[in-house]
């Protein structure tokens, strides 16, 4: 398998702009997690999907971010309108089933927001 | 006490010498615990895994899992500056349906040659 893929690699775009950033998952791996992660906030956990359902988007910050997973095999984060506040590493990471699994991240979209 | 917590650092360590990374972690987690690390401008990648009281082995690394004082260590020997990067300290949630990963805020280390 490929890996956990994400796409763009960098983005870089104005203020009140609309950006979509995309992962595949690994193939048969039943959880999706959307991360962002800062030099000042670390690693945070913003969504996370199992068998394709959101179970916890208490890390959202705000009504602008929107995720959805329209199939196993593709997940989408979307910030509208876009803030330089937004400007962050966003990774996604799939795992499978059970407590003791690790989770596979992919490479990150560099977002930067001017 | 927030649920994992670590020392940002940076910790320095001479090449060819152990380092100590140390993360602790409060009631509000479960009982499996994964080291990741993650090099500059890198995703984090798995380096390793524990879930029973003692030490697991691989290779360098040696993680040790203490739960009655709620600690959990890696221990990398003959450091190499390759080594060179932050280390990140997850826990599963704590409930059978939490399957989301506290993280800890990583420990960089710098390996000297």
């Known amino acids: 398998d490929a890996g956990v893929i994400q796409s763009p690699r960098h983005e870089v775009t104005e203020m009140g702009q609309e950006v979509t950033l995309r992962c595949k998952p690994i193939s048969g791996h039943d959880y999706l997690f959307w991360y962002r992660q800062t030099m000042m906030r670390g690693l945070e956990l913003l969504i996370y999907f199992n068998n394709n359902v959101p179970i916890d988007d208490s890390g959202m910050p705000e009504d602008r971010f929107s995720a959805k997973m329209p199939n196993a095999s593709f997940s989408t984060l979307k910030i509208q309108p876009s803030e330089p506040r937004d400007s962050a590493v966003y990774f996604c990471a799939s795992s499978e089933t059970g407590g003791e699994t690790e989770a596979f991240f992919g490479q990150g979209t560099r977002l930067t927001v001017v | 006490q927030k649920e994992v917590e670590q020392n940002s650092g940076p910790l320095s360590v001479p090449e060819g010498a152990i380092a100590s990374l140390n993360c602790t972690y409060s009631d509000r987690v479960s009982q499996s615990f994964f080291w990741y690390r993650q090099y500059s401008g890198k995703s984090p990648e798995l380096i390793m895994s524990?879930?029973s009281n003692g030490d697991k082995e691989d290779g360098r690394f040696t993680a040790q899992l203490n739960k009655a004082s709620q600690y959990v260590s890696l221990l990398i020997r003959d450091s190499q500056p390759s080594d060179s990067a932050t280390y990140l300290c997850?826990?599963?949630?704590?409930?059978?349906?939490?399957?989301?990963?506290?993280w800890g805020a990583g420990t960089k280390l710098i390996i000297k040659p």
């Open positions: 997850a826990a599963r949630g704590v409930t059978d349906s939490n399957y989301q990963l506290i």
């Open positions: 524990i879930y």
